[in-house]
Nanobody
Framework: QLQLVESGGGLVQPVGSLRLSCASSEIPFRNFDMGWFRQAPGKEREFVASISQSDGSDDYADSVKGRFAISRDNVKNMVYLQMNSLKPEDTAMYYC?????????????????WGPGTQVTVSA
């Protein structure tokens, strides 16, 4: 399995910003659809954003549209999630995921590789 590592989480005040990063030293991200998911305590893991390996198309959960932006740097082999106007309800563990089957999915079960997650806490 592809090993992914997330970073950039932390404690931020409401309306603040964070940028999450996802890296791997094993397989080029350019061959993978990449996704960000999150899971809050007591809740199921939910889709946040994804970016296609084929044309760079992106997709977002309605709850983050206009506030979050996913991007990729295939040279550095990195994927990012820029999170702006953060709200307390964005508090969760955030996970990076990769899939090379071309499904460009919003379903967690369709992603084959995952990182251990990075905690984001939005609180005053």
């Amino acid at each position: 399995q592809l090993q992914l590592v997330e970073s950039g989480g932390g404690l931020v005040q409401p309306v603040g910003s964070l940028r999450l990063s996802c890296a791997s030293s094993e397989i080029p991200f350019r061959n993978f659809d990449m996704g960000w998911f999150r899971q809050a305590p007591g809740k199921e893991r939910e889709f946040v954003a994804s970016i296609s390996q084929s044309d760079g198309s992106d997709d977002y959960a309605d709850s983050v549209k206009g506030r979050f932006a996913i991007s990729r740097d295939n040279v550095k082999n990195m994927v990012y999630l820029q999170m702006n106007s953060l709200k307390p309800e964005d508090t969760a563990m955030y996970y990076c995921a990769a899939d090379n089957t071309g499904r460009f999915s919003t379903r967690a079960g369709d992603y084959l590789s995952w990182g251990p997650g990075t905690q984001v806490t939005v609180s005053a």
